[in-house]
């Protein structure tokens, strides 16, 4: 068996109130295990105790009770942060830096020195799609390429394991589709990925399994497919299906003993219809 | 993959970190502070020129030193206080102790980012402040020459002599070294401040009456042995508030350079010692608490 990424036992948070007897307690008796090259969602209304999870798993935030390791090695161990990559919310870097410098900065806190670390930055920019503005300050950047340049900081020292906390908020849909494409481009890499997040459309994109969290505990958790597949219930897609053909389905249907439940126009998705339109906008813009 | 291989401690890490710190205090135009020193200097030595030419020099020493080690001080607190909670507040801090760096090595990396930027400031006022000195003493010098020109010649050396006996020396150098290091007490203890301080201006308040009984201690100190006595009680409370606020009056070696009084190297070794005694002091209690502090 695989050593797991990401292994936490018993765990419980609380942490104590100024001024007050007792203490808020954020995460109760957790239990989770991130195998190796999956990417795995952590999901929770707010204030359900993802960030203190990830926070702890980094070793940001000391547990009350349990303990959490990363590929095998204590989480409060620096050297456990070696084979790991986070995007924090909203992260902040300063402006004065330009995307190269800023990686620059968190590759030399890596051990990164020299020619390996000029190859790897312009490696990050590339992959990040942020070589054009590689000198440009970030104080000139958009929300999705803040987003896109702390998702290459994260990378910089090539972690087995990547935590990203909420990695499209705040994102308008393109950049959010950039973000879900360079998580499902370093699924095929091997790189597991751990994220929390509440928008449940784009979890359901890129996860293999997710775990919800609600009031501190994990209330379910399981492999995607498994978890949204409904027993009794079959979908069947046609193309070009007639009226007739329709009809008879469903009389097909009743006499083997099943009901046709639903029978409508297949859609598209919101995100989908924005992007099409958008990306038909940018393209005539071009072309004129 | 091969198994992370993870040194503990990296100069490396600490350096990055320092040259982000340094970077970030240069931008914030902390050197606006120098430029109200020039001014004061300037200023000052326009006003003195209505002075006779000994106390001319001796004030201008007196006061360009005395603004380089108030601007050193604040620039010290005022420049390390904010560096701990904007850190937290914009969360820097996570992307930079998500990677494998050190509680203790960040909070290195940040203190020697100041003491750069402190390194610098210092070195920068005492370039200018040489370059007045040194106008205002070659101006005196063409005073003396032409108001003693019928004197002897023995008596002209001699008035020579004077003036640039209290113009700038080297012996000034040990009292600049001295406020630089008090600079670096007070940036280390802001920074241990900072690590537990729940505001910007708490800790810069904190700071600031620490910078004042450290300044009024050696008194009170002599006041109470005088008036309690030597007993071991005594004696034993007096040394811990020695350790937990600082005899700042020790470092204040430039009053004496000022007066012309040669600074004995052993003495300045001893405020060299004492100095770097209290930066790893503070330095180590600031790492005790903010390994223990949530983020």
């Known amino acids: 068996m695989t050593e797991p990424a990401v292994e936490i ?96 900065f968190y590759g030399k806190l890596c051990g990164l020195r020299g020619s390996r670390l000029k190859h790897r930055v312009e490696e990050l920019l590339a992959l990040v799609g942020l070589t054009n503005a590689r000198d440009r300050r970030l104080s000139g950047y958009s929300k999705g390429m803040l987003q896109r340049i702390g998702l290459a900081q994260a990378l910089v020292h090539d972690p087995r394991l990547l935590i990203l906390d909420e990695p499209t908020a705040g994102v308008d849909p393109a950049g959010a589709r950039e973000i879900r494409d360079l998580i499902l481009g370093l699924k095929q890499r091997g790189i597991t990925v751990l994220l929390s997040s509440h928008l449940l459309e784009q979890v359901q994109e890129v996860c293999d399994r997710v775990g919800i969290l609600a009031d501190g505990r994990l209330i379910r958790e399981g492999a995607l497919q498994e978890l949204l597949a409904v027993e009794n219930l079959t979908e069947v897609v046609l193309e070009n299906a007639s009226p007739n053909l329709l009809n008879e389905i469903s009389t097909l249907a009743g006499k083997s003993g099943a009901r046709l439940v639903e029978q409508r126009k297949s859609h598209t998705t919101l995100e989908h219809l924005f992007l099409e339109a958008t990306e038909r906008k940018a393209s005539a813009d071009v072309a004129e | 993959m091969p198994a992370p291989t993870h040194r503990v401690f990296s100069l490396g890490r600490i350096a990055a970190i320092a040259a982000n710190t340094l970077t970030e205090l240069t931008r914030l135009r902390v050197f606006y502070a120098l430029l109200i020193f020039a001014l004061i200097l300037i200023g000052s030595s326009i006003f003195m020129a209505r002075l006779t030419f000994q106390q001319e020099l001796q004030v201008l020493k007196d006061i360009s030193l005395g603004a380089m080690s108030i601007f050193t001080s604040l620039l010290a607190i005022v420049g390390t206080a904010r560096l701990l909670p904007q850190d937290i507040e914009e969360r820097t801090v996570y992307t930079i102790l998500a990677k494998p760096v050190a509680r203790f090595e960040y909070l290195a990396g940040k203190l020697c980012g100041v003491l750069m930027l402190l390194a610098i400031s210092v070195g920068l006022m005492t370039v200018l402040f040489s370059i007045v000195l040194f106008f205002r003493e070659q101006s005196v010098l063409a005073e003396t020459t032409l108001q003693m020109a019928g004197l002897p010649a023995d008596q002209l050396s001699e008035a020579i002599r004077s003036v640039r006996a209290s113009a700038f020396s080297a012996n000034l150098l040990p009292g600049i070294g001295a406020i630089y290091l008090k600079g670096c007490l007070l940036a280390s203890l802001t920074l241990f401040i900072s690590t537990f301080a729940t505001s910007n201006i708490f800790t810069v308040v904190v700071a600031m009456v620490v910078y004042f009984i450290g300044h009024l201690q050696a008194t009170a100190r002599e006041f109470w042995l005088l008036e309690q006595g030597g007993g071991p009680f005594s004696r034993t409370f007096l040394a811990v508030v020695a350790l937990l606020f600082p005899d700042l009056q020790l470092f204040d070696l430039a009053d004496e350079a000022v007066l012309g009084t040669v600074i004995p190297f052993a003495l300045f070794l001893k405020t060299v010692a004492l100095g770097c005694f209290y930066v790893v002091l503070y330095l180590l209690l600031a790492v005790v608490v903010f390994a223990g502090r949530e983020l």
């Open chain 1, 9 to 104: 036992t018993g765990l419980t948070k609380a942490f104590s109130v100024p001024f007050r007897r007792g203490s808020v307690v954020a995460v109760r008796d957790l239990n989770l295990r991130v195998e190796a090259g999956e990417v795995y969602g952590l999901l929770g209304p707010n204030g359900s105790g993802k960030s203190t999870t990830l926070k702890i798993i980094l070793g940001l935030v000391s547990p009350t009770r349990g303990r959490s390791e990363i590929f095998g090695l204590a989480s409060d161990r620096v050297a456990s942060r070696e084979a790991v990559g986070f995007l924090p919310e909203s992260p902040y870097f300063p402006k004065y830096l330009t995307g190269a410098e800023t990686l620059k």
